[in-house]
Structures are given as C-alpha cells and as structure tokens.
C-alpha cells in the first residue's frame, strides 16, 4: 500500500460546484497534512495545512482531517475555472519532517 | 509564508555539459531545503535534503556524483547537473521549511525547467 494515496482523476465538475478531492494515508502515526495546488507547467503552491482532526476553513477551501479513518480531504466551494489543476496531498509520514507526496488529483472546472 | 526563489527559470544545455541551479530562500533562514525532480505529467520526486553545512542526504537512486548538492548559507543552496544527458531534461524544484513557523509547511519555488540537447 502506498503511504499515500489520491484517485488520479481527472474530477470534472461545473462552476459554482463543490469540488471534493481526497487523500488517504497509511501511516496513523502522521500528524501534519498539507493540501498544494499545482498549475500545469508550475510549482506547487501550499493552498492548506491541517494538523487537528475536524475542519479547517480558509474562504473557499475547507480541509478536513479524520485521523481515525486515516484520510483527509479538501473542498472547494463554488468552483471556478481558475481552479483548475491538479492537486497534491502532503503527509508528514511518520512524524519525518519531509513530507510524502501524493500522486495529485487533476481538477477540471467547466464553465 | 514564505518566499523561494530559484534561478535560471529555464535553461537549454548541450549533453555533456553542467548545468548549476540556485535555490534562495528570501525571507527566511532554511538550515534544510528540498529538491525535486518532475517529469511531465508524473508526481514529484524528492531527490535529496539538502543541509546547511553539511552534506546533502540523497534518495534511494539518485546518484550523488551526478547531482552535486551545495548548502553554503542559510538563504542559498545550489544543485549542479554534472555531464548532462537528455534523459536528465528535467523540471527541477526546491522547497524550504521555515524554522520559525512552528509547522512544517514546504515553500516551494518557482521551479526551474531544464532541456539537454
């Protein structure tokens, strides 16, 4: 099992939607989660980081973080065409400082 | 937040030749960077952590010789391509954590997109 896992995509969904993309890791011992975004062609950008189960709000993005399922997921709302990209989980795997990426979910928002 | 910028951009080389990337952290001291490499359409890969003053510590695969990894100051670390080929064309990333931040957020910078011919 990989230590951490995102469905590839691509997840279509039309503007003004909620886009929900979600991340799974193997490893319980992890404590901080990171949520980037990557424009085709660019580096990747931090969007979020979440360290305490529940959710976590920044204007349209929300993390949520359940340690016990061992997932965390980010939502979009109100999508827009500009969010389109695709998206990388980050978990500090077994309290290393560096953290493991995920292999990213491609987002398409369609006017 | 924090700024990382790295230099050139992008750079076209012949095969053979070396090519150095500068990784700067501008609003920070990082006493640990990060780089990775990227091919199109696949995931990040960490190639090695780079540590101030020390040597840099390399990833299962990646051959220290080839990519020399320099950590001199707190704001400056620079990988060097050694006798490139085209199969190392390449986009080249690092990443740096603010020590001061209390978290373990990454920063990355912009990236640097690397041709041999």
């Known amino acids: 099992q990989k230590e951490v896992e995102q469905n590839s995509g691509p997840l279509s969904v039309p503007e003004g939607a909620i886009a929900s993309l979600n991340c799974t890791y193997s490893d319980r011992v992890s404590q901080s989660f990171f949520w980037y975004r990557q424009y085709s062609g660019k580096s990747p950008e931090l969007i979020m980081s979440i360290y305490s189960n529940g959710d976590k709000e920044d204007g349209r993005f929300t993390a949520q973080l359940n340690k016990a399922s061992q997932y965390v997921s980010l939502l979009i709302r109100d999508s827009q065409p500009s969010d389109s990209a695709t998206y990388l989980c980050?978990?500090?795997?077994?309290?290393?400082?560096?953290?493991?990426f995920g292999r990213g979910t491609s987002l398409i928002v369609h006017p | 937040g924090a700024v990382v910028s790295q230099h050139p951009s992008r750079v076209i080389c012949k095969s053979g030749t070396s090519v150095k990337i500068e990784c700067r952290s501008l609003d920070f001291q990082a006493t640990t960077m990060f780089w990775y490499r990227q091919f199109p359409k696949q995931s990040l890969m960490l190639m090695a952590t780079s540590n101030e003053g020390s040597k840099a510590t390399y990833e299962q695969g990646v051959e220290k010789d080839k990519f020399l990894i320099n950590h001199a100051s707190l704001t400056l670390s620079t990988l060097t391509v050694t006798s490139a080929h085209p199969e190392d064309s390449s986009f080249y990333i690092c990443?740096?954590?603010?020590?001061?931040?209390?978290?373990?957020?990454?920063?990355f910078g912009p990236g640097t997109r690397l041709t041999v011919t």
């Open positions: 980050a978990v500090n795997v077994g309290g290393s400082y560096i953290p493991t």
């Open positions: 990443s740096a954590r603010n020590p001061t931040s209390g978290g373990y957020e990454q920063y």
